[in-house]
């Protein structure tokens, strides 16, 4: 009776040899795990220490994350999401739509996607930053969307990294990608890989994901400075390490002031109070109208 109960649990639990393409219980595990990260006054030493704060499901997304995240695989999403071919819909719609990933957060400690947006870009208001400042801390994580479009946890979140070249063991979790098959391959293990020496990250592919998403979706309506933090929030790597800076150009180390600026209202407004969400919309209405037409790409 026993054995046949537990027969049928793993049966019900998980397929034998497909892996589970979602380990996070919801895709905000992984920006916990960021903020814990980097908390505030943490040592350099505590910081090396970032597994202790990884659960086995973070472990088992970066495993995922690191070894599929090819070369070949960047450039087949780029130019599967790229072209924006997917049809208008208003930032309100896609913004409602990405609010229906509530996957099993608790309502009572969790905030919503549209309240971290706004949690973000409120933090950014208060402290008297540029309408388009406050626009791109809204927007920034639209392109979780991805996940709705049924896109793999690891296809939409985590740090991001460049493709085609020698990784920096500076990107967290460093030994995973010995399972990428792109190690495997020399031509991509040396530094530049396929790149030239400070060519511009505008040359470089980035690990695919939320971020480039809504970089291009929104790229046309937005000043430069609010394009590279949407662009290059995750690539904790170069932002927050000072790595791959051998494929930065003069224009993206001054353009990296701005994404260094964002980083911390992205980081830490979890902690702050849930938005009153009703009294503050009209604001970003007319906000979000004054840089976009009614309905556009995605
Ligand atoms: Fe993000
Ligand atoms: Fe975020």
């Known amino acids: 009776m026993k054995q046949t109960e537990e027969h049928s649990h793993l049966k019900e639990d998980r397929a034998p040899v497909e892996e589970d393409r979602a380990p996070l219980k919801e895709l905000d595990e992984w920006d916990d795990f960021v ?4 908390r505030q006054g943490k040592s350099e030493e505590e910081f090396r220490n970032y ?6 499901t973070v472990t088992e997304f970066y495993r995922q994350n690191h070894k599929y995240q090819t070369l070949d695989f960047v450039l087949k999403k780029k130019a599967e999401y790229c ?5 208008k819909k208003s930032i309100w719609e896609m913004a409602e739509y990405l609010n229906t990933l509530v996957d099993d957060s608790d309502p009572d400690t969790d905030v919503t996607q549209i309240e971290h947006l706004l949690q973000t870009a409120e933090a950014i208001r208060k402290d008297g930053h540029p309408r388009w400042f406050i626009l791109a801390g809204f927007l920034h994580d639209l392109g979780k969307v991805l996940c709705l ?11 991001t990294f ?4 020698a ?13 990428n098959p792109d190690s495997d391959k020399s031509e991509y293990q040396t530094q530049y890989g396929i790149y030239e020496p400070n060519c511009g ?3 470089v592919h980035l690990s695919f994901g939320h971020d480039e998403y809504i970089y291009r979706v929104t790229e046309k309506y937005l000043p430069e400075e609010a394009q590279c933090m949407l662009r290059y929030h995750s690539f904790y790597a170069a932002h927050r390490h000072g790595a791959y800076r051998h494929l930065m150009n003069e224009h993206d180390e001054a353009m990296f002031e701005w994404v260094r600026k964002f980083n ?10 849930r938005p009153n969400t009703k009294e503050i919309l009209p604001y970003y209405r007319e906000l979000v109208s004054e840089f976009f037409p009614d309905k556009i790409d995605w």
């Open 35 to 38: 903020a814990t990260r980097y």
């Open 51 to 56: 597994k202790a704060d990884a659960d086995p």
């Open 83 to 87: 072209g924006l071919n997917r049809g």
């Open 149 to 159: 479009y049924g896109e793999p946890q690891w296809a939409v979140v985590g740090d």
């Open 162 to 165: 460049p493709a085609g070249c």
């Open 167 to 179: 990784y920096s063991d500076q990107v967290v979790f460093p030994e995973f990608f010995a399972a």
């Open 201 to 203: 990250l505008d040359n």
């Open 264 to 273: 911390p209202y992205d980081l830490y407004s979890k902690g702050r109070e």
